[in-house]
């Protein structure tokens, strides 16, 4: 696929994500400082700093140096927060060059869309089809990656869980 199909695509999901995420806010949920925080074994104190220092902005101003580019955070929050840092971090990933693949933030989303089978983030319908239509551009940025059994596999059973959760809101 050429360059300017790929910024068209990208652009396209950007804008389909921030229809999809309108009105997401981290309020009261936690945030990524916090989160570090509980996971440290903070105490009372280090955890009310670490809110207070939070970004608490909308997520697509939420700075890019501020994101941890690792997962294990996400275990330590709530739904308000998973659903909110999930859309950071999806903004963030298409921001990245699609000439370059799949980018370090991308890779970090894929890893919290296959981690949400065990968080069980409370989504909306169109917010799952965002999720689907991120994974399948996975597909599209990925197409040696996806030539493998294994890669292949892996990335269809994230669509899949995700395809089932918004079957699921349907019924």
Same mark, same amino acid.
């Given at each position: 696929?050429?360059?300017?199909?790929?910024?068209?695509?990208?652009?396209?999901?950007?804008?389909?994500? %921030?229809?999809?995420? =309108?009105?997401?806010?981290? $309020?009261? #949920?936690?945030?990524?400082?916090?989160?570090?925080?509980?996971? !440290?074994?903070?105490?009372?104190?280090?955890?009310?700093?670490?809110?207070?220092?939070?970004?608490?902005?909308?997520?697509?101003?939420?700075?890019?140096?501020?994101?941890?580019?690792?997962?294990?955070?996400?275990?330590?929050?709530?739904?308000?927060?998973?659903?909110?840092?999930?859309?950071?971090?999806?903004? %963030?990933?298409?921001? =990245?060059?699609?000439?370059? $693949?799949? #980018?370090?933030?991308?890779?970090?989303?894929?890893?919290?869309? !296959?981690?949400?089978?065990?968080?069980?983030?409370?989504?909306?319908?169109?917010?799952?089809?965002?999720?689907?239509?991120?994974?399948?551009?996975?597909?599209?940025?990925?197409?040696?990656?996806?030539?493998?059994?294994?890669?292949?596999?892996?990335?269809?059973?994230?669509?899949?869980?995700?395809?089932?959760?918004?079957?699921?809101?349907?019924?």
């Amino acid at each position: 696929m050429n360059s300017p199909d790929l910024f068209e695509q990208q652009a396209q999901l950007r804008l389909q994500m %921030h229809h999809a995420f =309108e009105g997401v806010v981290l $309020g009261d #949920g936690t945030g990524l400082g916090e989160a570090d925080v509980i996971d !440290d074994y903070g105490t009372a104190e280090e955890r009310r700093l670490a809110r207070f220092r939070d970004f608490q902005g909308p997520w697509w101003e939420h700075p890019r140096d501020r994101l941890r580019m690792y997962t294990s955070v996400f275990c330590f929050m709530d739904a308000a927060g998973y659903t909110y840092h999930l859309a950071v971090y999806l903004w %963030h990933a298409l921001q =990245e060059d699609p000439q370059q $693949g799949l #980018g370090d933030v991308g890779w970090l989303v894929f890893d919290l869309l !296959d981690f949400a089978r065990i968080q069980q983030p409370q989504m909306t319908a169109s917010q799952i089809q965002m999720i689907l239509k991120f994974t399948e551009w996975i597909e599209v940025l990925e197409p040696e990656r996806m030539q493998h059994e294994d890669f292949r596999a892996e990335v269809r059973r994230v669509w899949a869980h995700w395809a089932e959760q918004l079957e699921g809101l349907s019924r």
